[in-house]
């Protein structure tokens, strides 16, 4: 069973964070490979400030550094959202078998018309195919899916800052 969040859990995460690491997010949003040693000169801290930083940053989950690339350039045919309609009594176990599906990369319980919004990445129609109607269909609560499919990207930016700034 899931843990019930309260309104006090986004306050505690966000009231962990100072002013300082906020400056650090900010700075890798626009580039996540700027060294540490960069981070440290222009937010005049020590080195050891911002690794110790960044590891608590990393550890506490509040960020990830990837590197965020353009599946339509790698070659996959197909990007799109999935707004899964599912019976509420089983959707920690939908969510749990959404996880394992390695072709969606976001997942998000939501409110509004459906319940489950997932972003996805296939190679193919045929992968398209047997990601909806083989496997996330076939799923025990899945009510049924809408699909919309991404046909060209507009804007993808990741510097939106934080709620401290």
Same mark, same amino acid.
């Given at each position: 069973?899931?843990?019930?969040?309260?309104?006090?859990?986004?306050?505690? !995460?966000?009231?962990?964070?100072?002013?300082?690491?906020?400056?650090?997010?900010?700075?890798?949003? $626009?580039?996540?490979?700027?060294?540490?040693?960069?981070?440290?000169?222009?937010?005049?801290?020590?080195?050891?400030?911002?690794?110790?930083?960044?590891? $608590?940053?990393?550890?506490? +989950?509040?960020?990830?550094?990837?590197?965020?690339?353009?599946?339509? $350039?790698?070659?996959?045919?197909?990007?799109?959202?999935?707004?899964?309609?599912?019976?509420?009594? $089983?959707?920690?176990?939908?969510?749990?078998?959404?996880?394992?599906?390695?072709?969606?990369?976001?997942?998000?319980?939501?409110?509004?018309?459906?319940?489950?919004?997932?972003?996805?990445?296939?190679?193919? !129609?045929?992968?398209?195919?047997?990601?909806?109607?083989?496997?996330?269909?076939?799923?025990?609560?899945?009510?049924?899916?809408?699909?919309?499919?991404?046909?060209?990207? +507009?804007?993808?930016?990741?510097?939106?800052?934080?709620?401290?700034?």
């Amino acid at each position: 069973m899931r843990k019930k969040q309260t309104p006090n859990d986004h306050e505690n !995460r966000e009231t962990s964070l100072d002013a300082m690491d906020c400056e650090m997010i900010s700075l890798l949003q $626009k580039d996540g490979r700027k060294p540490n040693i960069e981070i440290a000169k222009e937010l005049g801290i020590s080195e050891t400030t911002v690794r110790n930083r960044m590891k $608590k940053l990393l550890d506490g +989950e509040y960020i990830q550094i990837v590197a965020v690339s353009d599946p339509f $350039k790698l070659g996959f045919e197909f990007a799109g959202d999935l707004y899964i309609h599912v019976e509420m009594k $089983k959707i920690d176990s939908v969510v749990d078998e959404l996880k394992q599906i390695k072709e969606l990369w976001y997942i998000v319980i939501t409110t509004g018309q459906t319940n489950i919004n997932a972003e996805f990445i296939v190679k193919n !129609r045929e992968d398209l195919n047997d990601l909806i109607f083989n496997r996330i269909s076939k799923i025990d609560g899945v009510l049924r899916t809408e699909v919309s499919v991404i046909m060209k990207y +507009e804007k993808r930016r990741y510097d939106y800052g934080t709620p401290l700034e």
